[in-house]
């Protein structure tokens, strides 16, 4: 094949395809190049510097737009492992079912380390204690009047908010138990349990000091916490079975 057919082939598939051409950097590079090095060595080539930092531009463009996808699958795993950890939490057919799963599954539906819920009870003392662990499971952890809010606010005299995420340098012994020294991050989720009846808390601690972070979102924390707040109303204050 000669010089002359391989020309007009190459001429056909760009005429063909002009897209392809004009997507391949490393050719649009070598074409700019070769017309650039015609140019007088006195002409600034401004057409090359202006390709340049569009090229540069639509990267970082590329490089945001990747981060964006990357973030927003993210966003719907975190979403569906949610609403199948609160399908999860529905599904026990008794009361007894449910510390059950309290007890041995509920960590692991939401994929965390270790998770809580504290209940507060103005007429309990240390005695009590290995007796309600008995029959509540190591999950349920029963305070005294004022220890959530004191809890969640670290003993500062405020309004805790209904949603708090936080690193910690440990975990508290009397809440964790023995995994308590090694965690590093928690999210707390205040419960409304009904007129007349004395606040909850979810508590998810994990070892991994970025897992909950102050920043972060907090929808589906709240999502979570209010269909928890059904829950508990079925189990501990509409009569259990």
Same mark, same amino acid.
């Given at each position: 094949m000669d010089d002359t057919t391989q020309i007009s082939d190459f001429r056909k598939r760009i005429l063909q395809d002009p897209e392809a051409l004009l997507n391949d950097r490393e050719v649009m590079r070598a074409l700019i190049s070769a017309s650039s090095s015609n140019a007088p060595t006195n002409? $600034? *080539?401004?057409?090359?510097?202006?390709?340049?930092?569009?090229?540069?531009?639509?990267?970082? $463009?590329?490089?945001?737009?990747?981060?964006?996808?990357?973030?927003?699958?993210?966003?719907i795993s975190t979403t569906t492992k949610v609403h199948s950890a609160i399908l999860d939490a529905l599904e026990p057919k008794t009361f007894t079912e449910f510390l059950h799963f309290l007890k041995t599954d509920w960590a692991s539906s939401l994929n965390i380390d270790i998770a809580r819920?504290? +209940?507060?009870?103005?007429?309990?003392?240390?005695?009590?204690?290995?007796? +309600?662990?008995?029959?509540?499971?190591?999950?349920?952890?029963?305070?005294?009047?004022?220890?959530?809010?004191?809890?969640?606010?670290?003993?500062?005299?405020? *309004?805790?908010?209904?949603?708090? +995420?936080?690193?910690?340098?440990?975990?508290?012994?009397?809440?964790?138990?023995?995994?308590?020294?090694?965690?590093?991050?928690?999210?707390?989720?205040?419960? *409304?349990?009904?007129?007349?009846?004395?606040?909850?808390?979810?508590?998810?601690?994990s070892i991994n000091s970025d897992q909950f972070l102050p920043n972060m979102g907090t929808d589906l924390f709240v999502f979570y916490g209010s269909i928890f707040e059904k829950i508990m109303q079925r189990w501990f204050f509409n009569g259990q079975s």
């Open positions: 002409v $600034i *080539d401004l057409k090359s510097v202006v390709l340049k930092r569009l090229e540069g531009r639509v990267e970082e $463009i590329e490089g945001q737009n990747s981060n964006i996808i990357s973030a927003a699958y993210k966003n819920l504290c +209940l507060e009870a103005p007429s309990i003392n240390q005695d009590d204690i290995p007796q +309600l662990e008995i029959e509540f499971g190591p999950s349920v952890v029963f305070l005294q009047e004022g220890e959530i809010n004191h809890y969640i606010s670290l003993g500062q005299d405020s *309004d805790p908010r209904p949603v708090t +995420l936080r690193q910690i340098r440990k975990g508290a012994s009397n809440i964790y138990n023995d995994i308590a020294p090694k965690l590093r991050s928690e999210a707390l989720m205040k419960l *409304d349990l009904g007129q007349g009846n004395s606040p909850g808390l979810l508590l998810l601690g």
